[in-house]
Nanobody
Framework: QVQLVESGGGLVQPGGSLRLSCAASGSIFSRAHIYWYRQAPGKQRESVASITSGGNTYYADSVKGRFTISRDNAKNTVALQMNSLKPEDTAVYYC?????????WGQGTQVTVSS
């Protein structure tokens, strides 16, 4: 069983930065493929970034060059550094861990980009 707790969301002006963090319980974190998803009001949940157990990363085109995903297996944490934020980045952001054929979700953290 893996439990995930996200933090770091909030209100930020366009062009600003936020750093999201996801803390995971469990001893299998280092083997997990980890995703950050987001869901804006009225829209489907979408993957914005992911990182494999080997450290390979993937980014959606909409965030490439602005967001950076990283992981610390010793601390069982994954972070999403978000720079140059835009109003269209406003959404609830979710951490997702996929390991041993099972997907686990955090409760989500709200990110609002507005002046």
């Amino acid at each position: 069983q893996v439990q995930l707790v996200e933090s770091g969301g909030g209100l930020v002006q366009p062009g600003g930065s936020l750093r999201l963090s996801c803390a995971a319980s469990g001893s299998i974190f280092s083997r997990a493929h980890i995703y950050w998803y987001r869901q804006a009001p009225g829209k489907q949940r979408e993957s914005v970034a992911s990182i494999t157990s080997g450290g390979n990363t993937y980014y959606a085109d909409s965030v490439k060059g602005r967001f950076t995903i990283s992981r610390d297996n010793a601390k069982n944490t994954v972070a999403l550094q978000m720079n140059s934020l835009k109003p269209e980045d406003t959404a609830v952001y979710y951490c997702n861990v996929f390991v041993v054929g099972t997907s686990y979700w955090g409760q989500g953290t709200q990110v609002t980009v507005s002046s």
